[in-house]
């Protein structure tokens, strides 16, 4: 049904699309998490945010664990690559989000201040490592990560986890807090009542504020960093060997696909567009506000990866084995297959989650929380 080119192609969709998800469902848990310890001031206002994403967050993470399974059968030279590189930021990011479960589950067990407190910030840091990890990990895509090929064809990772915590890539970070902080905030303020609400207004409106500028200059200074370019013997239709290509760096580069196709633009705008919606909107129509901070993680990823196609994993130290859709993927049975497998499962996953979604609507009061205060967190 479709030539290898095009089922390559297909999956660079698919996986994108599974980030996407992520990004937007377990993104508003995260930023939730991270506006706990500020926006809610007692227990109860902490217990009513806990209470807004309680039902679904495990479900969210489901998004991310399919990414990786995804990445891993479509993209296996890219598996391999990243988790070499990024393997102790990817434990870091494993340890916190472990840290989720018993924060949700522990916090309510003893009435006692600073076992609460204890729990919130465990909550909080569970939820900002794997923030700023994700964003760290987006800049140094960005610049290129230092991978060889050793004399068995396997790639080695030739930086430092201090070598990958560099100024655009920390910058990169706190776009990302600012991102699901305020993609967070209109979450929490969709599904809560005074005051966690207000609260949950201007903290979203101030982080949409922040995302905006800060997504802006980023623009610039991604003008202004060495990205890459494939000049010769790159193989759409070609089996995966990342050798036989030639690709140079050069500055500005990372904007070359949206001056050949000016329509790739419309991606930064659903970002921009997003954040600016939200922040006006936030008052009197949150449900739209809400969906309209959705498009900020939508349109940033989006955005990202237009920039980069056909990369995905560009090697700083070795331009000519970066990793590319067109040389890094799996053979074309094994993609046609998995493809049929996403088309039949992934329209149900979608429908039940908006199913439960559906039912878990409304919002949240302090009347609720004090009633049911062993069934609620």
Same mark, same amino acid.
Request: contains cysteine; proline residues 5%.
């Given at each position: 049904?479709?030539?290898?080119?095009?089922?390559?192609?297909?999956?660079? #969709?698919?996986?994108?699309?599974?980030?996407?998800?992520?990004?937007?469902?377990?993104?508003?848990?995260?930023?939730?998490?991270?506006?706990?310890?500020?926006?809610?001031?007692?227990?109860?206002?902490?217990?009513?945010?806990?209470?807004?994403?309680?039902?679904?967050?495990? =479900?969210?993470?489901?998004?991310?664990?399919?990414?990786?399974?995804?990445?891993?059968?479509?993209?296996?030279?890219?598996?391999?690559?990243?988790?070499?590189? #990024?393997?102790?930021?990817?434990?870091?990011?494993?340890?916190?989000?472990?840290? /989720?479960?018993?924060?949700?589950?522990? /916090?309510?067990?003893?009435?006692?201040?600073?076992?609460?407190?204890?729990?919130?910030?465990?909550?909080?840091?569970?939820?900002?490592?794997?923030?700023?990890?994700? =964003?760290?990990?987006?800049?140094?895509?960005? &610049?290129?990560?230092?991978?060889?090929?050793?004399?068995?064809?396997?790639?080695?990772?030739?930086?430092?986890?201090?070598?990958?915590?560099?100024?655009?890539?920390?910058?990169?970070?706190?776009?990302?807090?600012?991102?699901?902080?305020?993609?967070?905030?209109?979450?929490?303020?969709?599904?809560?009542?005074?005051?966690?609400?207000?609260?949950?207004?201007?903290?979203?409106?101030?982080? !949409?504020?922040?995302?905006?500028?800060?997504?802006?200059?980023? !623009?610039?200074?991604?003008?202004?960093?060495?990205?890459?370019?494939?000049?010769?013997?790159?193989?759409? &239709?070609?089996?995966?060997?990342?050798?036989?290509?030639?690709?140079?760096?050069? &500055?500005?580069?990372?904007?070359?696909?949206? &001056?050949?196709?000016?329509?790739?633009?419309?991606?930064?705008? @659903?970002?921009?567009?997003?954040?600016?919606?939200?922040?006006?909107?936030?008052?009197?129509?949150?449900?739209?506000?809400?969906?309209?901070?959705?498009?900020?993680?939508?349109?940033?990823?989006?955005? #990202?990866?237009?920039?980069?196609?056909?990369?995905?994993?560009?090697?700083?130290?070795?331009?000519?084995?970066?990793?590319?859709?067109?040389?890094?993927?799996?053979?074309?049975? *094994?993609?046609?297959?998995?493809?049929?497998?996403?088309?039949?499962?992934?329209?149900?996953?979608?429908?039940?989650?908006?199913? @439960?979604?559906? @039912?878990?609507?409304?919002?949240?009061?302090?009347?609720?929380?004090?009633?049911?205060? *062993?069934?609620?967190?």
């Amino acid at each position: 049904m479709f030539d290898y080119a095009t089922i390559k192609l297909v999956w660079w #969709f698919f996986i994108g699309a599974l980030f996407i998800g992520y990004a937007i469902t377990d993104g508003f848990d995260l930023g939730a998490g991270i506006l706990l310890p500020f926006i809610g001031k007692t227990d109860v206002e902490r217990r009513m945010i806990l209470e807004s994403v309680s039902h679904t967050w495990e =479900g969210n993470q489901v998004w991310l664990v399919t990414a990786g399974g995804a990445l891993f059968a479509a993209w296996p030279l890219v598996y391999a690559a990243s988790f070499s590189s #990024f393997y102790l930021a990817m434990i870091l990011t494993l340890f916190a989000l472990l840290f /989720r479960p018993p924060a949700f589950d522990y /916090r309510n067990k003893i009435a006692d201040h600073r076992w609460r407190s204890f729990w919130d910030w465990a909550m909080f840091a569970a939820c900002l490592v794997p923030t700023v990890i994700f =964003g760290v990990a987006i800049g140094n895509l960005l &610049q290129g990560v230092p991978l060889e090929l050793d004399d068995t064809m396997h790639f080695r990772f030739t930086g430092s986890f201090f070598s990958l915590l560099n100024p655009f890539a920390l910058y990169c970070g706190l776009a990302a807090i600012a991102m699901f902080a305020c993609h967070g905030a209109f979450w929490v303020a969709l599904k809560t009542t005074a005051p966690v609400e207000n609260k949950a207004i201007a903290a979203g409106r101030f982080f !949409g504020v922040l995302f905006l500028a800060l997504f802006i200059s980023g !623009g610039f200074w991604v003008n202004h960093i060495e990205g890459f370019l494939v000049v010769g013997g790159l193989d759409p &239709q070609g089996a995966a060997n990342p050798l036989l290509k030639t690709v140079i760096k050069k &500055q500005g580069a990372w904007l070359a696909n949206f &001056q050949t196709t000016p329509a790739f633009w419309a991606a930064p705008l @659903v970002a921009m567009s997003g954040a600016l919606c939200a922040v006006v909107l936030a008052r009197k129509h949150q449900i739209l506000a809400f969906g309209a901070s959705a498009c900020i993680p939508l349109g940033t990823i989006l955005t #990202f990866g237009l920039a980069i196609f056909p990369f995905i994993m560009p090697s700083s130290s070795s331009p000519n084995i970066s990793l590319t859709v067109w040389d890094a993927t799996s053979s074309y049975r *094994t993609l046609v297959i998995m493809f049929w497998a996403t088309v039949l499962f992934l329209p149900i996953v979608t429908i039940y989650t908006s199913w @439960v979604y559906w @039912v878990l609507r409304g919002k949240i009061s302090p009347h609720i929380i004090e009633k049911e205060s *062993t069934a609620s967190y």
